[in-house]
């Protein structure tokens, strides 16, 4: 005996398997954009309080949904870079932030605070590649200053000086440039075409009303003991 198949019992219960899916799959959309949502709320709540670590909790809900918010994906950055103590989960999430920002679109204030977080954490070559390209791409003197810094980190001395060269031979008021030029000059002099103190005499020449030029060269006279002329530049 042939056994009869009742179709229109399987129609409904297809439609019903298929009915409960899709209601299941708009739950999770449902109750994953009203997480967003809270994540959004409270995380800017939490960023203007600067509660760093709920900041980066509840932001992180919000892109999670939303990874292409620059706005938010910034903030994300800073707020997980903020986080004391320092943790490594924080700082990478915080450099993931920023290299998401920098693939969407160009943007030196997120170049700008990642070249400073991978010198703070001792990564030079990473802060070479993005202050390099920003270096090229705008004027801003501190992608000159943060290139120089994370070439001088890897022993790069001859090209560290040449890019503070061009940067002082435009910016003669840079004194951070001198500075890094004379610490260059004391390390390895053979990559420096002054000595260090001629360099921080430079730097008082070309910036005679700047106190940290005299800073530069006194903190040198002190650590040369020269007392008396390390306090005639105070």
Not at 104 to 126: G, M, N, S, T
Not at 135 to 155: G, W
Not at 174 to 200: H, N
């Amino acid at each position: 005996m042939k056994t009869r198949i009742n179709w229109k019992l399987l129609i409904v219960i297809v439609l019903a398997v298929i009915a409960v899916a899709v209601t299941g799959v708009m739950l999770r959309r449902y109750h994953r954009s009203q997480r967003a949502v809270n994540g959004y709320v409270k995380g800017l709540a939490a960023y203007s309080e600067e509660r760093w670590q709920d900041a980066a909790v509840y932001l992180g809900q919000y892109i999670a949904v939303h990874p292409e918010d620059v706005d938010i994906l910034l903030k994300y950055a800073q707020s997980n870079a903020r986080i004391l103590p320092p943790r490594r989960e924080s700082l990478t999430q915080a450099v993931n932030a920023y290299r998401v920002i920098l693939r969407l679109q160009d943007h030196p204030q997120a170049a700008d605070e990642l070249c400073r977080l991978y010198l703070d954490v001792d990564i030079p070559a990473e802060a070479e590649l993005v202050a390099g390209r920003y270096a090229n791409m705008t004027s801003d003197m501190r992608f000159e200053q943060y290139l120089a810094d994370a070439l001088t980190r890897q022993n790069k001395f001859e090209q560290a000086v040449n890019v503070l060269m061009r940067l002082i031979s435009r910016r003669s008021d840079c004194v951070a440039a001198y500075d890094l030029l004379g610490k260059i000059a004391d390390r390895q002099p053979a990559a420096s075409r002054f000595t260090a103190l001629e360099w921080f005499n430079q730097a008082v020449e070309k910036n005679p009303q700047a106190a940290g030029a005299y800073v530069l060269r006194s903190a040198y006279w002190a650590r040369q003991g020269h007392l008396q002329n390390a306090i005639e530049d105070l």
